[in-house]
């Protein structure tokens, strides 16, 4: 089994989690309802824990919430040895001129990022996609896309893995990094 060293603990996740709330906050405001898209499947576990946080520092805030499948958006769908699963791209509000906030895990390469702003494309013309991380890794990015809300930085060798865990799904809120080389 690979072993990871943890880069956040589960009180500095929900520090950040809370910080990146209050980001929202202050530049979207409570008078406009507020669009969040999770990218499938772990923008989704972070777009669904910062809705919590957000509604309960704020209840009466109205935020429109949707899950956005790119699987097929993906330049690399058809090189890979495995078959992808898609799962469902669930949006119950139009997006058509409106602000979105668009939520992923980990930005690395931008190539994620960029199909799905292809793939909200396809659904209508957005007024402005911002774009809010938990990890944003700087370094080898293969696109120019930058994240506008992010919850941290880490510079990690390019053949490191970076993983968002969840407490529901992994047992614990932490950030792992784990290295390529199992001898590490």
Do not use: C
Request: no cysteine.
């Amino acid at each position: 089994m690979q072993r990871g060293r943890q880069i956040l603990n589960s009180e500095g996740f929900r520090i950040t989690l809370h910080r990146l709330a209050s980001q929202i906050e202050e530049n979207y405001p409570i008078t406009e309802a507020l669009h969040l898209i999770g990218i499938q499947e772990r923008g989704v576990v972070l777009a669904e824990r910062l809705m919590d946080v957000l509604l309960k520092a704020t209840p009466k805030r109205e935020i429109n919430f949707g899950k956005l499948d790119i699987t097929f958006y993906r330049d690399d769908f058809r090189m890979r040895e495995t078959l992808l699963k898609p799962t469902a791209t669930e949006i119950p509000f139009e997006i058509e001129a409106k602000n979105i906030l668009l939520v992923d895990d980990v930005l690395y390469t931008g190539r994620t990022i960029h199909a799905a702003m292809s793939a909200l494309q396809d659904l209508g013309r957005v007024e402005r996609i911002e774009l809010l991380t938990m990890v944003d890794r700087r370094f080898n990015r293969h696109l120019p896309i930058k994240s506008d809300y992010t919850g941290m930085q880490i510079d990690a060798v390019d053949d490191a893995y970076v993983k968002v865990q969840w407490s529901h799904i992994d047992g614990d809120d932490k950030v792992m990094i784990f290295s390529a080389n199992p001898n590490q």
